[in-house]
């Protein structure tokens, strides 16, 4: 009796692409945004500043949300080359985008609701402690997005040939970058509301201002979240022309035809395939592979022959 060694067969389900330079940008602007975020919340208490207090307390959601994309960069890694996770860890960054883009979604609804509330009952504002303390923010955020930046082009230098069919980006990283940019719009809108609201009196303007940004927000929260569901619901993109183009290599072969097909993200422009064919003149399954080669997005693929006996 023969044995076979297994190991021989078997192939890595880390399907990912190295995150190590966003894990360490997302931490480093977590301790940039808490640090801050102490600092606006202790400046608020002291100056009597209900608008700084506010901002400290809306810069804590985006701590949470960086603490979130962190936490899911430190999971993916540590449990890349578990087993249980049977087509890798791919989607916990995507999962940690989804929840961040919640988070700023409910951001965005926050400040409208105290945006509106502003509007018919405005607060007396300590202009010359509050936009001091509004421009060291919006120097924090624009730190913070450089660094983010810095760190997405640093880990993503090369693209497969198929980077076309999906977002060529880290979701998790782009949730973070969407934060910290939320956070900078925020400081420019306060920024400009408090001083006009100093040389003009026009107290009216920081609400307003509030709603804008919120509207921005939300915009950009709807955005991730529809990137990121299509990957946790196990559906092409819509911009993906991946389906048609497996079809037309396979079936390129002599009566044989694709009878079940199906396709799904593990990972940054990394996908998964199952494919079921028939054809009068079976083939072993790596011959369909093989003409596959070129789709190198294509980082796990299962083949099904099937052999037709009918006309």
């Given at each position: 009796?023969?044995?076979?060694?297994?190991?021989?067969?078997?192939?890595?389900?880390?399907?990912?692409?190295?995150?190590?330079?966003?894990?360490?940008?997302?931490?480093?602007?977590?301790?940039?945004?808490?640090?801050?975020?102490?600092?606006?919340?202790?400046?608020?208490?002291?100056?009597?500043?209900?608008?700084?207090?506010?901002?400290?307390?809306?810069?804590?959601?985006?701590?949470?949300?960086?603490?979130?994309?962190?936490?899911?960069?430190?999971?993916?890694?540590?449990?890349?080359?578990?087993?249980?996770?049977?087509?890798?860890?791919?989607?916990?960054?995507?999962?940690?985008?989804?929840?961040?883009?919640?988070?700023?979604?409910?951001?965005?609804?926050?400040?409208?609701?105290?945006?509106?509330?502003?509007?018919?009952?405005?607060?007396?504002?300590?202009?010359?402690?509050?936009?001091?303390?509004?421009?060291?923010?919006?120097?924090?955020?624009?730190?913070?997005?450089l660094l983010l930046?810095?760190?997405?082009?640093?880990?993503?230098?090369?693209?497969?040939?198929?980077?076309?069919?999906?977002?060529?980006?880290?979701?998790?990283?782009?949730?973070?970058?969407?934060?910290?940019?939320?956070?900078?719009?925020?400081?420019?809108?306060?920024?400009?509301?408090?001083?006009?609201?100093?040389?003009?009196?026009?107290?009216?303007?920081?609400?307003?201002?509030?709603?804008?940004?919120?509207?921005?927000?939300?915009?950009?929260?709807?955005a991730l979240v529809?990137?990121?569901?299509?990957?946790?619901?196990?559906?092409?993109?819509?911009?993906?022309?991946?389906?048609?183009?497996?079809?037309?290599?396979?079936?390129?072969?002599?009566?044989?035809?694709?009878?079940?097909?199906?396709?799904?993200?593990?990972?940054?422009?990394?996908?998964?395939?199952?494919?079921?064919?028939?054809?009068?003149?079976?083939?072993?399954?790596?011959?369909?592979?093989?003409?596959?080669?070129?789709?190198?997005?294509?980082?796990?693929?299962?083949?099904?022959?099937?052999?037709?006996?009918?006309?």
């Amino acid at each position: 009796m023969h044995t076979v060694n297994i190991d021989l067969w078997k192939h890595s389900h880390v399907f990912q692409r190295d995150s190590s330079h966003g894990e360490r940008g997302t931490r480093r602007v977590l301790m940039l945004t808490a640090a801050m975020m102490i600092v606006e919340i202790l400046a608020g208490l002291k100056f009597r500043s209900m608008a700084l207090l506010a901002d400290g307390w809306h810069m804590a959601t985006h701590v949470a949300a960086f603490t979130i994309a962190a936490g899911a960069y430190w999971f993916a890694r540590r449990h890349a080359s578990n087993e249980r996770f049977s087509f890798g860890t791919g989607k916990i960054g995507v999962l940690g985008g989804y929840t961040s883009a919640i988070v700023l979604g409910g951001i965005a609804l926050a400040m409208a609701g105290e945006s509106v509330w502003r509007i018919f009952s405005p607060l007396t504002i300590a202009f010359n402690q509050a936009i001091p303390i509004a421009c060291l923010g919006l120097a924090v955020n624009v730190i913070s997005a450089l660094l983010l930046k810095q760190h997405n082009h640093d880990g993503h230098h090369h693209y497969d040939r198929g980077a076309h069919h999906s977002h060529a980006h880290d979701l998790n990283l782009r949730a973070a970058y969407l934060h910290v940019l939320a956070d900078a719009m925020t400081s420019v809108f306060a920024i400009l509301a408090l001083t006009c609201g100093k040389l003009f009196g026009w107290i009216w303007l920081d609400p307003v201002m509030g709603i804008v940004g919120s509207g921005v927000i939300a915009q950009w929260a709807y955005a991730l979240v529809r990137d990121t569901n299509v990957i946790l619901l196990d559906r092409e993109p819509a911009a993906s022309d991946l389906s048609a183009e497996i079809c037309n290599v396979i079936e390129s072969e002599n009566e044989t035809r694709i009878c079940d097909l199906h396709i799904w993200q593990v990972g940054v422009n990394q996908f998964a395939a199952i494919i079921s064919v028939v054809t009068h003149r079976p083939r072993p399954p790596q011959f369909y592979k093989d003409l596959l080669r070129e789709h190198t997005e294509l980082a796990h693929i299962t083949v099904e022959v099937n052999a037709c006996t009918e006309d």
